[in-house]
């Protein structure tokens, strides 16, 4: 079952690349404070994690008090910290990757590039800077860069092991997924999305290409994977949701929106097996989709902001929350789409959103932690039920 239209209308597809193309210089190429802040959460930890412009700090998640601050001379982040195993590891606009111990704040190890110099400080070999997030298995750390290519890296040394070349920039974060157990054709495998409009999967050991499919447009965003179905879901620049089939390595479905995709899905499971994809696009429209043996099946869309939602939307206690570029945050049923609550906030809210639980792991009393374009309230923090801000936090 097709979803959406088919269509590559030229007129749309060179619009598309010409404003993809500058968004990717806004991005890629401006200065500290043209992006946003990177948030993210260690389940097994007691702290939120927020990289934005010179610093990562680990903040309280009751109270929004610093526990540390990491920096690095000329660091700037801008990417989502990703956890693991008592350690972060985020990326910055040197094209360095950062392993950080969650305890206090102290580095690991620092990855550098190789760089060619002629004289002194003046090298041959242009910078690139870390946008996407990192994925992981037990002895590498994958990422790509903003201008091209994803890069594989010893998890306990920091040593370059290989690097995959793409035809343009990789903004998402890799995915890694393990072989299927029971299915002997099965193979642990990295998938890569990049704005040159494919899909890789790659060898994890080698960096060695296994296969890829061309998706029809470039894929800023994080891909999602559907352990169940074995699927993976993309958005694209050709606002259109891509649901690619692994056991096929087809594309099986095409979602068509209202504006570009940026953000991930979020993927809700039910006790029964039904699974629902709730996702935001670029023209401020909220979306929440079926996965059926077929592909998509619309359950509700709703316009519900006035301009860009860009990350993947949380959802929790029969809500979906988003942040939008309009300055404000959104909370609405995850039934119809109607409105729950609202809140102003000072910057534009762009940012991935963390939930806290509640005491004792329950989602009564859980907060909702996102950020803003603006200083004063770089974090905030909002009780899931009320839409009352329980903290802020300024840098």
């Known amino acids: 079952m097709i979803t959406s239209r088919l269509f590559t209308a030229p007129r749309r597809a060179v619009i598309g690349l010409m404003l993809a193309g500058s968004l990717f210089l806004a991005a890629c190429g401006g200065v500290a404070g043209d992006s946003w802040a990177g948030i993210a959460r260690d389940p097994e930890g007691d702290a939120v994690y927020v990289a934005y412009n010179e610093r990562?700090?680990?903040?309280?998640?009751?109270?929004?008090?610093?526990?540390?601050?990491?920096?690095?001379?000329?660091?700037?982040?801008?990417?989502?910290?990703?956890?693991?195993?008592?350690?972060?590891?985020?990326?910055?606009?040197?094209?360095?990757?950062?392993?950080?111990?969650?305890?206090?704040?102290?580095?690991?190890?620092?990855?550098?590039?190789?760089?060619?110099n002629i004289i002194g400080p003046i090298s041959l070999t242009a910078g690139d800077r870390v946008i996407s997030g990192v994925a992981f298995?037990?002895?590498?750390?994958?990422?790509?860069?903003?201008?091209?290519?994803?890069?594989?890296?010893?998890?306990?040394?920091?040593?370059?092991?290989?690097?995959?070349e793409t035809g343009h920039g990789v903004w998402a974060a890799p995915l890694y997924v393990h072989a299927r157990e029971g299915d002997a054709g099965s193979r642990d495998t990295l998938y890569a999305v990049s704005l040159d409009h494919h899909l890789y999967a790659l060898d994890p050991e080698t960096g060695?290409?296994?296969?890829?499919?061309?998706?029809?447009?470039?894929?800023?965003?994080?891909?999602v994977y559907d352990e169940q179905l074995n699927r993976i879901y993309i958005g694209t620049f050709m606002s259109?949701?891509?649901?690619?089939?692994?056991?096929?390595?087809?594309?099986?479905?095409?979602?068509?929106?209202?504006?570009w995709l940026w953000g991930s899905p979020a993927i809700e499971v039910q006790e029964d097996g039904t699974e629902t994809l709730?996702?935001?696009?670029?023209?401020?429209?909220?979306?929440?989709?079926?996965?059926?043996?077929?592909?998509?099946?619309?359950?509700?869309?709703?316009?519900?902001a006035e301009d860009a939602i860009r990350a993947t939307p949380l959802v929790t206690n029969g809500l979906v929350v988003v942040g939008s570029k309009d300055k404000?945050?959104?909370a609405v049923s995850k039934e119809d789409g109607s409105s729950e609550w609202s809140d102003q906030t000072s910057g534009?809210?762009?940012?991935?959103?963390?939930?806290?639980?509640?005491?004792?792991?329950?989602?009564?009393?859980?907060?909702?932690?996102?950020?803003t374009s603006e200083s004063d309230e770089r974090i905030v923090a909002y009780n899931v039920e009320t839409g009352e801000v329980d903290w802020r936090y300024a840098d």
């Not at 801008?78 to 985020?90: E, K, N, Q, W």
């Not at 949701?241 to 209202?258: G, K």
């Open 348 to 371: 534009e809210a762009l940012t991935e959103l963390v939930l806290v639980p509640g005491s004792d792991g329950e989602q009564d009393g859980s907060i909702v932690v996102l950020g």
């Open 278 to 304: 709730y996702f935001g696009d670029l023209d401020g429209y909220l979306y929440a989709v079926e996965v059926t043996e077929d592909g998509f099946s619309q359950r509700w869309k709703m316009k519900i």
């Open 240 to 259: 259109e949701l891509v649901a690619v089939d692994l056991d096929q390595r087809a594309i099986i479905d095409r979602y068509e929106t209202e504006g």
């Open 208 to 223: 060695d290409e296994l296969w890829k499919r061309d998706l029809g447009g470039a894929a800023p965003g994080n891909m």
């Open 328 to 330: 404000n945050v959104y």
């Open 56 to 116: 990562v700090v680990a903040l309280n998640p009751s109270s929004g008090a610093v526990q540390w601050e990491y920096k690095h001379d000329g660091a700037k982040f801008f990417a989502v910290p990703a956890i693991d195993d008592g350690s972060l590891y985020i990326g910055d606009y040197s094209g360095r990757l950062h392993s950080i111990k969650l305890q206090d704040g102290s580095r690991n190890w620092l990855y550098e590039p190789d760089t060619e």
């Open 137 to 164: 298995n037990d002895d590498k750390v994958f990422f790509g860069l903003g201008s091209q290519n994803v890069v594989a890296v010893s998890r306990a040394t920091a040593e370059e092991l290989w690097t995959f």
